[in-house]
């Protein structure tokens, strides 16, 4: 096999076109499927005085510095 180049026959029979959906199916469900801590963290480091504050407390004591006291009247 001297010819590094496959034609688009060969190229797309080695690869299944439904793993690869259900690969990128299952990619998806896990990006909707967050843990709160990964979502909390994700809150915090957008906001750069907590993402600061968590580099010395920590990331849940920073949420809740920042974060966890917010109430509505």
Partial sequence: FSDPFLNRRR???FMQADVRLEAI?????RERNKAPQE???EICEDYYPCELYAFRHGYAAAYRHYF???RTK
Avoid: T
């Fill in 68 to 70: 966890g006291r917010r």
């Fill in 25 to 29: 199916s299952q990619e998806r469900i």
């Fill in 39 to 41: 979502r909390q963290r």
């Fill in 11 to 13: 190229a797309n029979d």
